[in-house]
């Protein structure tokens, strides 16, 4: 069921309308102190989804709520969920987005 409903949503996460975007990103900020660990099956999906072109946005409204998810991220999950996606995220992105995940894996 959590996968039916995340594959759903991650759309929303990349949707082209910026307005879309950012409420979705919004909407994934207040989800995660409710969901917590609950979100490991997923979180390999959702994470290139609310990262790959969110952080690099020259919209400063979808990039502070990429912002705010990932650090919504790091202070509600267990740390072992999210060091692989990070580091493969950091790996193959550029620019402002690629800083952004080496720090918060650094």
């Given at each position: ?77 267990d ?15 550029n ?7 080496t720090?918060?894996?650094?």
């Amino acid at each position: 069921m959590l996968f039916q409903i995340f594959d759903a949503f991650k759309s929303r996460l990349h949707d082209p309308n910026s307005k879309v975007n950012q409420a979705a990103l919004e909407a994934m900020h207040k989800m995660i102190p409710l969901l917590k660990d609950s979100l490991s099956p997923v979180i390999n999906m959702l994470i290139p989804a609310m990262v790959d072109n969110n952080l690099n946005s020259k919209n400063p409204g979808i990039y502070a709520a990429a912002t705010n998810v990932i650090q919504a991220l790091c202070q509600h999950l267990d740390n072992y969920f999210l060091l692989q996606p990070f580091c493969t995220k950091a790996q193959f992105l550029n620019g402002k987005a690629k800083q952004d995940m080496t720090e918060k894996l650094a």
